[in-house]
């Protein structure tokens, strides 16, 4: 069969090709490797110019399972000039080929050697469009966004997927969304990793308006991910500059959510929001005994959070208040 499959992939017709591609897929793995090692990628690429679907659809899900596993066939397909056509494809009127062009894309930058390759392809651009474009099927808005966090690995490509408009674009994504959606989590996500790695990415974000709002409301009503992701951004705000943040962190009613977050929320979440309870605090009048016992304070009403485990609700609002008044007396 293996041999067929080479035969009918360099040299069918059309018809040839696409069931040579089918039946590629559903080999072994050791057949597929035989496969790849005959060079059969080339005629794959090849057929992704092709202008009937069926052909583009079976060759994107040929070369999609000879990429799985394999850094070294992930590096080949790369080589052999498919970013250009990918690109292509993903303005094209299949949403099926679409999205496998964009699975094919995540599934490509997930190889460290292909990183600057597919950053330098024009790749940044287009992924952001797909973020909140009005057309874009979740699954796809899904992958799009992972492989822009798997190009986040790559410290030098940082600049240019911040200079793309990401932070606005997943800002308003994460805004219009249900907010316990994966979309959600998978954007705040993205947003941390590249705010945690640009001071000036962290500077756009903060003083973008409505962000610290869009976040307060991510860590009220997120997925665990998604607040545990969405702490960790208004905490890296608020140490970038307390003065200047920590009002306005304030004013959009973090205080429940966070508090609720240092209870129930993961290991990091619950570190997190603890650390930017501490920086929450108005203590710049304070001597520096005051500030020991506010520093108490907070940490005693962490624990009556702890103890009451699940049975939060009225409790955490009339800890907020007190909270807010014994720390500003």
């Known amino acids: 069969m293996e041999k067929e499959i080479v035969e009918n992939l360099w040299n069918g017709d059309s018809e040839a090709q696409i069931q040579a591609a089918m039946k590629l897929s559903r080999l072994c793995s050791k057949q597929k490797h035989n496969l790849a090692e005959s060079g059969v990628m080339v005629p794959l690429v090849s057929m992704l110019h092709s202008e009937n679907f069926e052909a583009i659809e079976a060759s994107l899900c040929a070369l999609l399972n000879l990429s799985f596993g394999s850094e070294r066939n992930k590096i080949r397909i790369v080589r052999y000039g498919v970013l250009p056509i990918l690109l292509n494809l993903l303005h094209c009127e299949s949403q099926t080929v679409i999205q496998l062009s964009l699975a094919a894309m995540l599934t490509l930058s997930s190889c460290k050697r292909n990183k600057i390759a597919i950053a330098s392809s024009g790749a940044v651009q287009i992924l952001v469009e797909f973020i909140n474009s009005s057309n874009t099927h979740t699954q796809s808005q899904l992958d799009a966004i992972a492989t822009l966090h798997n190009l986040t690995t790559c410290q030098e490509i940082i600049p240019l997927i911040e200079s793309s408009g990401v932070i606005l674009s997943l800002l308003e994504l994460i805004h219009g969304s249900v907010k316990s959606s994966s979309s959600v989590e998978k954007a705040i996500g993205l947003l941390e990793k590249i705010v945690s790695s640009s001071e000036s990415a962290l500077c756009e974000t903060a003083s973008t308006g409505g962000a610290i709002r869009i976040l307060v409301e991510t860590i009220e009503d997120g997925s665990s991910l998604g607040k545990e992701h969405a702490v960790g951004i208004l905490l890296l705000i608020c140490q970038s500059s307390r003065e200047k943040y920590r009002v306005l962190i304030l004013t959009d009613g973090v205080m429940p959510g966070l508090l609720q977050l240092s209870a129930a929320g993961t290991c990091r979440a619950k570190s997190m929001a603890r650390e930017l309870l501490l920086l929450l605090r108005d203590c710049s009048s304070c001597s520096s005994r005051h500030r020991q016992i506010n520093h108490e304070l907070i940490e005693q009403i962490m624990d009556e959070i702890d103890a009451e ?21």
């Open 309 to 329: 485990g699940e049975k939060l609700g009225h409790t955490t609002l009339r800890l907020v208040e007190e909270m807010i008044a014994k720390l500003n007396t």
